[in-house]
């Protein structure tokens, strides 16, 4: 029997900082919970004539998107202020998403879209964010974390 339990999940971290900030400057974002993150690669119909009605395709676009909730504190640390700058002035930040156990994930500009606020009676507790690829600023990369993760 395996003597550990199973957890189920995605167990990372995400590390953020202004845009053009080196990934090893980038700093953990620890006010957050339910972060997860997605890849996806779509598909074009390339089918010719040629092809005897047997469709056939090329790649597509790739797709990245980051999610996370802000928990929000009466003293919000500075990554946690540099995220909700970044949803209240739209504009985008570095982000770096690291998987626990291989060390790498999604680095890049990205623009935070804040939605779904949580309010616990009369006080806010966090804003669920998507964060998608910034135009303009360079394609998101996977990438090994270079300053040993946390």
């Known amino acids: 029997m395996p003597s550990s339990t199973p957890v189920l999940g995605f167990e990372g971290y995400i590390y953020v900082g202004e845009v053009g900030t080196a990934i090893s400057e980038l700093t953990e974002l620890k006010e957050c919970n339910q972060l997860n993150f997605s890849m996806g690669f779509g598909e074009v119909d390339a089918t010719m004539q ?43 930040i570095q982000i770096h998403v690291v998987n626990a156990l291989s060390g790498d994930g999604p680095y890049g500009s990205f623009y935070v879209f804040g939605s779904d606020v949580s309010i616990d009676g009369e006080n806010l507790e966090a804003i669920s964010c998507t964060c998608r690829p910034a135009a303009g600023y360079g394609v998101p990369v996977i990438t090994q974390r270079t300053n040993g993760g946390t």
């Open 50 to 92: 040629g092809d005897h009605g047997i469709k056939s395709y090329k790649k597509g676009l790739q797709d990245f998107s980051v999610g996370f909730s802000l928990l929000l504190l009466d003293t919000q640390s500075e990554e946690g202020t540099i995220v909700l700058n970044a949803i209240r002035s739209r504009t985008p």
